[in-house]
């Protein structure tokens, strides 16, 4: 410490070693920026940019406010703070599709997206799909024809990332489907009945 700066400073009465000491005990060296706070009228530093917690996302064409923290995953916000538990979270970290949806109709996996990118874009989950009567989207009603599924865990993945397909492809066939869907895994492995229910789906939707 600078002796001008202890002498202007230093109670009296007291020697400038006992100053030194006192302040080393009272762990004062750590706010040591207090007193060399750098050239006059220097500010403080900027702090760190606040993450927002407090969104307003658009899901299945409905506004919802929610807090979400900066590292939430959109699955995490789905299923536990909105209920759309309809998604399903398999391996969580990209590589099943399970948690497919919808984002700005193009397929993604929300285990593997941060909530806070989300932010002014369009969200569909498989709880958006049904008619606001109640009646099955096309593509519900063909893979439920077909009794396309086993477990049906996979399902809502698989049918998330189907719709997002059939933007881009509406007229696909066999081979082609497979592949668009190829990102989502089936656990019982019942591939073959999968596709004969999209396929199926997917003809339903051409007729609408």
Do not use: W
């Amino acid at each position: 410490m600078h002796a001008s700066i202890v002498e202007s400073i230093r109670p009296a009465g007291m020697t400038r070693r006992q100053f030194i000491k006192s302040v080393i005990a009272a762990g004062a060296v750590s706010s040591s920026g207090l007193l060399f706070s750098g050239p006059a009228g220097a500010g403080p530093k900027a702090s760190p940019r606040v993450v927002e917690r407090l969104l307003t996302l658009d899901v299945n064409g409905q506004r919802r406010r929610v807090d979400v923290l900066p590292q939430e995953t959109l699955a995490q916000t789905l299923r536990h703070k909105l209920g759309l538990t309809g998604l399903k979270v398999g391996c969580d970290r990209g590589e099943c599709g399970a948690c497919t949806v919808l984002v700005d109709a193009v397929p993604q996996y929300a285990c593997s997206l941060l909530t806070q990118s989300v932010r002014g874009k369009s969200i569909l989950t498989i709880e958006g799909l049904a008619r606001p009567d109640g009646k099955l989207h096309p593509l519900q009603q063909g893979v439920l024809d077909e009794q396309g599924f086993q477990c049906g865990y996979c399902a809502p993945g698989f049918l998330m990332a189907t719709l997002g397909f059939l933007a881009v492809n509406p007229h696909p066939n066999r081979q082609e489907l497979a592949h668009g869907v190829s990102g989502n895994l089936c656990r019982c492995q019942d591939y073959d009945k999968i596709l004969t229910g999209l396929m199926r789906g997917a003809e339903y939707m051409r007729k609408e």
